[in-house]
Structures are given as structure tokens and as C-alpha cells.
């Protein structure tokens, strides 16, 4: 059974920070894109970061500058930095593992971590 367990949410002033972490799993964890996603209440779950297995980065225009997305293969771990958070940022935000491998398609989530950031 792969988990994928999101930890470090909580409750954050505006322009505070906080750093969440997904710790996986899965014995082949340096082979798979890591992504972030959230949900603020009553929307989509939108993708927030992504780091692919080779440590390149992408990030959606409204976190770029603020959140730094990085990984640990030695740890089994992802983890999120969050900077100069907005009330905007708050949602719940889920982390993602996905392997496209000629033997199959494989993705799994974590259960989410809440954050929420007050004006």
C-alpha cells in the first residue's frame, strides 16, 4: 500500500511562511514527478508545484517568487516552502506522485494538509 503523508499545515498570518513536507512510501520514490496541489473551499484543485525526477521545476504564476518546491530521494520526502503567504494561498493542498514507465501509469495522493493564512 503507498501513502503519501502530507504534514506542516496550519494557521499563518499574512506574509508569514510555513513548509510543508510529503514523505512517500515507495521504494522507487527518485523516479517519480512530485506535484502540489490545492483546494480552496468551493473551487478546483489547482497545481501549485511540480518537480520531476530530475530536480527541474515548474510553478503556477501565482505562487512564482514565493513558493520554492524541493525533494529529498534519500528521505522519501517533497517538500513545499511557502513564503510572504497571501490569504489567497489558504486551501488544502495535496501532494501528488506520478510515473508514466512503460510498464503502466502510476499516481497516487496524499489525504492533504490544511493551511490557512489570515489578513
Known amino acids: 500500500q503507498v501513502q503519501l503523508v502530507e504534514s506542516g499545515g496550519g494557521l499563518v498570518m499574512s506574509g508569514g511562511s510555513l513548509r510543508l513536507s510529503c514523505e512517500v512510501s515507495l521504494f522507487t520514490f527518485s523516479a517519480y514527478a512530485m506535484t502540489w496541489y490545492r483546494q480552496a473551499p468551493g473551487k478546483e484543485r489547482d497545481l501549485v508545484a511540480v518537480i520531476d525526477n530530475a530536480g527541474r521545476t515548474t510553478y503556477a504564476d501565482s505562487v512564482k517568487g514565493r513558493f520554492t518546491i524541493s525533494r529529498d530521494n534519500a528521505k522519501n520526502t517533497a517538500y513545499l516552502q511557502m513564503n510572504f503567504l497571501k490569504p489567497d494561498d489558504t486551501g488544502v493542498y495535496y501532494c501528488?506522485?506520478?510515473?508514466?514507465?512503460?510498464?503502466?501509469?502510476?499516481?497516487?495522493w496524499g489525504q492533504g494538509t490544511q493551511v490557512t493564512v489570515s489578513s
Open positions: 501528488n506522485a506520478d510515473l508514466r514507465h512503460p510498464s503502466g501509469k502510476y499516481n497516487y
